[in-house]
């Protein structure tokens, strides 16, 4: 597939469309897989000083839909319908996220992704999530 | 099943567990089904005024874990294992959102429960979520 | 919502389309839920002589076809494009099982229904899933 | 991680185990991936010949109950408690599938592993799935 945005322009897509949270995620590289970081604040913590759940949820879903505007352009509307997660260790405290995601199906009218989650630097993932879009069709 | 902590217990224990967050939800009922209401707010808005996601799932999250603790008492060490959500409808704009767990297994290590989430006064839901959680051994 | 296809026409319909199962279920009732049974046969059976994880998937799987169909109509080529489906207790030996599933969506391209499954006589589900479809464009 | 059983001896423990179904399966290699054959035969189809969703469920099912028993060892009684599963392409027709697993966590008392099923040949996957063991304790 080819690429029809790259880090550069994805962010500033991102930024456009979700100000409230761009500035928390990076896009460190788009190609095959797209990595994103969260970089960790005081917002997105539990008591013990984990990330929370559904501040994982949020950052693998950014990375498909991220995973997805890479190949077919700034489309916003395109929506999750439906994400599946397993949270499958504690993170560790005081690190950035990563999230590796790749596209396994971009159809004209679903797109599918899956994401794996590490505490930066770590080689076991905290997380695993599958998210589906809804691709708007074309006017 | 009996219940071990009634709505005002049960809003006790999540503000003290999660501070930064609790002042969002309000427990309406306590009972075969519990019902949450988040109180939106700006915060949890995307582009185009509707209700995010992650936010959506933060309150499937947490309608579950309150229907756990409504029947095993105060274990805050209760953590989501894994979750699936369905969003099926885009929430209406301004309003409230009522999320009505019931728990369909409550066992000795693993608890499973289910959620429909509805925009206040609309009788399709906007979303569907199941949630496992891991309990944790009593000391 | 108006029924398009009573028990008898749905099952006429199930018997044309999967021919090799369709003798394995009986659509025992069609309205806000949709209930069938499983008749419980070797094939389905694990060692130990509980039902397979398959097989409650396939029952799962035919008990939201048939209620999308209930409404819709006979409209074979209504495909199942995700699953979530989590296993709770063990069925009961010896029993049949029954599939208690409702739609919680019917759109125009997409459908999502959700399933309890019971051993028969048991108050407390031995799993459940949720379902989507995609619906064919009408010709 | 160490391998506790090769192909052969996983192959050997599936015919005892699950003696109905295992002669579908061909166990191709066991490492960090396991992969493994669906011999796909006139029980599995659908009208249309392609493959039926829950034989694919099972496919991937069995896939990572291998990929965990080649790291423990021969415990019959892991069981799946829960699972998501994609359903992206149709099957190519008279092809056997491939389904590629990977273990994500081999925890105590929980695993999790994903699974990609391939129409033999073909390099975009048919079907993705993330499946949730529970391991029993060792007595």
């Known amino acids: ?10 962010a500033a897509f991102m930024e456009e469309e979700f100000p409230q949270v761009a500035g928390d995620f990076v896009i460190e590289s788009v190609g095959e897989e797209l990595i994103v970081r969260l970089k960790v604040g005081e917002l997105h913590l539990r008591p013990g000083g984990t990330v929370s759940g559904p501040t994982m949820f ?7 839909w991220l995973a997805i505007l890479s190949r077919i352009g700034p489309v916003a509307l395109a929506v999750t319908t439906g994400a599946s997660i397993d949270f499958m260790r504690k993170p560790a405290a005081g690190r950035d996220l990563i999230a590796r995601a790749r596209l396994l199906k971009l159809g004209r009218v679903l797109a599918v992704g899956d994401v794996l989650i590490f505490s930066e630097g770590e080689a076991a993932p905290v997380a695993r999530s599958s998210m589906t879009y809804s691709i708007p069709p074309k006017g």
Chains 1, 2, 3, 4 share one sequence.
């Open 1 to 10: 597939m080819e690429i029809a945005m790259d880090e550069a322009r994805l």
């Open 58 to 64: 949020a950052l693998a879903d950014v990375s498909v």
